[in-house]
């Protein structure tokens, strides 16, 4: 397959330049990408045999309404249809935690799920114990997820998070507190069918974690994988999705994965981007590249999706029917997209809100999602010797205040740092938050 350079890429514009570098990629180029037929497709866990459906619901994007009092809840009549339609088309694993939505995750999908039959779906969820690791609020944790999910076992249940601050930090929230040998007992019992844990961290935690196996003999681990992260996470707090699969698949353990659509940016790419698949294949989402490229690998046992809206659930379910893993020349492609993407300034924000609420009210991931936005779309001006700069100046700062508040802009950042050690990514909001609020002081003092 013919690599796309960036300077090919910078002169791509127009369908016939676009559909001339897409055929120049071999033979991925007129590929049925999924198929309108055919069953969900499942995976069996060959620890319990266990037939999972490949597309996994993420229960941390539930959609949001206000109550009477102005509070933010989840929308249960529309939680409810979402799970009914699921399960009809042949979705059977549902991931949440505890703290997922400020708390109320567990109980809405607890709520939708117990209205079918108990055997028609696995339940995944997990000990989040950040703030209490005691003995006592890690167990009260535990045994509530049971009343909210409304069960009297999970089929998978993960130590939530583990991998930052390396094994010190893991011996501090699961082995002095002796949850680990608890939740091994628990295993044994049966109220536990598969054990294992959600990892994000550094190469060296994440090694340090797999080698507890030989200890515990997890059943399974969840990790961030999609074809950005493939061979371009950040290295020094992140580490390279192929790395993680590879270690994975030679001790065989099943693989869960998260943030197949990098928190949603797979799923909306730069135009000039998204026009060289969409030329490969018009008919088909940008999503369903992503999630075909993580279902090509066969340790996956199931890909999470926060599937907020109906349309998102329907779009992926004709991916997962008839499901078609991609062929080599795909699979290639799919490196030179994320080669590229890997030039855009965004900042490697999921949207998976651990870092709300910040105390001074700023609204953290509507900041990033609108600054990432605008460097897809090609809507931040470089300088003002651009033709269009001034258009680009105006679009920018006037979708940011549509976008984010006032009140909650990036300029109230105060740098206390309380953010940090909630972010799973390991970014540096406050650094960031900065470096975008002088981006935008600076378009500003052009208008003067």
Known sequence: ????????FLKISGAAAIGAAAAGCGGAGGKKAQSEEGEMEYRTNPGNGDKVSLLGY???????????????????????????RAIAAGVNYFDTSPVYLRGQSERASGIALSRHPRSSYFIATKLSNFGDSS????IAMYHDSFEQMETDYFDYYLLH?????????????????????????????GRIRQLGFSFHGKKS?????????????????QIEMNYMDWKHADGVRNV??????????KRELPIVVME?????????????VAAILQAQNPDVSLASWAFRFVGSYPRILTILSGMTYLEHLEDNIKTFTGFEPMDEDELALMGQIAALMAEYPTVNCTGCNYCMPCPFGIDIPGIFAHYNAMVNEGNVGASEEQKIFRKLRSRYLT?????????????????????LQHCPQSINIPRELFRIDRQIEALKRTIK
């Open 399 to 419: 979708t940011y205040n549509k976008a984010v508040p006032t009140v909650r802009q990036a300029d109230h950042c105060i740098n206390c740092g309380q953010c």
């Open 240 to 249: 390279n999705a192929d790395y993680l699969y590879e270690e994975l698949d």
């Open 135 to 138: 003995p006592e609020g890690s």
């Open 205 to 221: 935690e994440f090694d340090e974690m797999v080698a507890l196996h030989d200890k515990y003999k997890w059943d399974f681990v």
């Open 260 to 272: 197949p659509l990098l928190g949603g940016r797979l799923g909306k790419l730069p135009d000039n």
């Open 1 to 8: 397959m013919e690599k796309i350079s960036r300077r090919d």
């Open 161 to 189: 998070s583990i991998g930052r601050g390396g094994y010190e930090a893991f011996k501090k929230r699961y082995e002095d507190n002796g949850m680990v040998e608890f939740l091994l007992k628990e295993r044994e019992a």
């Open 58 to 84: 993420g229960c941390m994007r539930w959609p949001m309404i206000k109550d009477e009092k102005g509070g933010d809840i989840i929308d249960q009549p529309t939680v409810n249809k979402l799970v009914d």
